[in-house]
């Protein structure tokens, strides 16, 4: 598959958000819309999940390797490793069992305390991203805020 087929594709998935339950021992079970995007639409069986920045990423191992080739194209060295030393630590490479769960890297899980968590996922470019609930709402809340106080302004709301 090109570059090009692979972009068209990651247009594919399904858009908006959804909660996922974190199971007992920390196993993230996939919705079957995105299983169907992940298996049919890119007929993809591996993944690489990882945590970045406040989201876990759920990356298709294919969409993965593109993604670490680009940053290791644009980076500096210096740049690059910092980046690839975050991924790698928290990353894993997995395949989705036949409940259709993958199941993070034990750091992952322990540092995040994953086990019975609830994170609100998105689609992000063909990928998965998400947050526990409670960093997802403080997120949401201060977007909102922000925007009161923009259309709240004595010359208006600020025009983009």
Do not use: C
């Not at 294919?62 to 644009?74: D, G, I, S, V, Y």
């Not at 899980?109 to 994953?114: A, H, I, S």
Request: proline share 4%; charged share 30%; aromatic share 10%.
């Amino acid at each position: 598959m090109t570059d090009e087929e692979l972009s068209l594709k990651q247009l594919e998935a399904p858009p908006g958000s959804f909660t996922l339950k974190v199971d007992g021992q920390g196993r993230l079970g996939i919705p079957m819309e995105w299983v169907i995007y992940f298996e049919g639409t890119l007929a993809e069986k591996e993944f690489f999940v990882t945590y970045e920045k406040g989201w876990i990423k759920i990356f298709p191992k294919r969409l993965w390797m593109k993604q670490n080739a680009t940053a290791f194209a644009q980076k500096s060295e210096e740049e690059y490793e910092d980046w690839s030393i975050t991924m790698q630590h928290y990353g894993t490479l997995t395949s989705m069992d036949k409940e259709k769960r993958l199941t993070p890297s034990q750091t992952l899980r322990t540092e995040l305390n994953l086990k019975g968590a609830e994170l609100v996922m998105m689609n992000h470019q063909g990928t998965l991203r998400g947050k526990l609930r409670a960093d997802y709402e403080a997120m949401i809340s201060s977007a909102k805020q922000s925007a009161e106080r923009q259309v709240s302004r004595p010359d208006g709301a600020r025009l983009l």
